[in-house]
């Protein structure tokens, strides 16, 4: 088996994924039989990918617990997300990657991604598919936005950090513009800020064609699309921030912590502008 998956393979699998599943024709989400099935299909899943060089042995495992809960909560689009985010994200950190490992600036594990970082990534977005399952109707679309912004700012944080790492020209700290070499923690460029911005829209873009995103009307889910998208930049900046000032003096705050506070940061901003902006979107 090939160990190596490049970017038009993956496009081409995420893009077969989307195509292959009619949500009308399963079992809708949160009923035991769907359950079952998103056992079934991520064990299986799981148990294929394990030579893939995109996760650790029990990264997959985790990943397998997280696509369980959120295929059984959300149904295949919120599976597929992440799906997405994962295949997007590993890749994104595998650019450069030999540029990358002659600097000591590449992930460990050669960009392998451990249980830490599957649900230092996850974790928010795993909480709020739980919220809507339990959650009324109305407030659904609430908790969609939140779902969605928090795996934009992931892959902006992902695209930013790594994309500036290796091709960023200038890398300054972000809270006093001195600058600093890359890899520094709270550390930006304009490459890496391009490329969060970048990561956003993909992401947003993602959940919009798997109908993550509220609306209709049409302008009601154009305007979420492009308040996720900014959340998503305005969230990996402010880790950015958590960086510079509190990362370096503090032990416990390690990189999975800050990456679920980056995550809850986007999730909390987007659902408060969602929740004050909305009703006067609906209206226009």
Partial sequence: MCNTLGPPAAAAALVSLLAAFDPAALPA?????????????????????????????????????????????????????????LLLGSLVTRLGLRRKQEQGLAEARGGRRGPENVWGSAATGALLAMAIALAPPAQVPLL?????ASFAAKLADTCGSEIGKRWGRHTVLITSLRPVPPG???????????????????????????????????????????????????ATLLESVIGATAQSRYIWLSNELVNGLQTALAALLAMLAWAWLAPVWALA
């Fill in 29 to 85: 989400p949160q009923q035991p039989l769907a359950w079952l099935i998103a056992l079934a299909l991520n064990g299986v899943l799981i148990a294929l990918a394990q030579r893939l060089p995109l996760l650790t042995p029990a990264g997959w495992v985790h990943a397998g617990i997280l696509g369980t809960v959120l295929w059984g909560c959300l149904g295949p689009r919120g599976w597929l997300a992440v799906v997405g985010y």
């Fill in 144 to 148: 969609l936005v939140g779902f969605s």
């Fill in 184 to 234: 520094t923690e709270g550390a930006i460029s304009l490459e890496g800020t391009a490329a969060s911005l970048v990561g956003s829209v993909v992401m947003v873009a993602l959940a919009l064609v798997l109908g993550l995103l509220p609306g209709p009307p049409a302008a009601l889910t154009v305007a979420g699309a492009a308040l996720i998208a900014g959340v998503g930049l305005v």
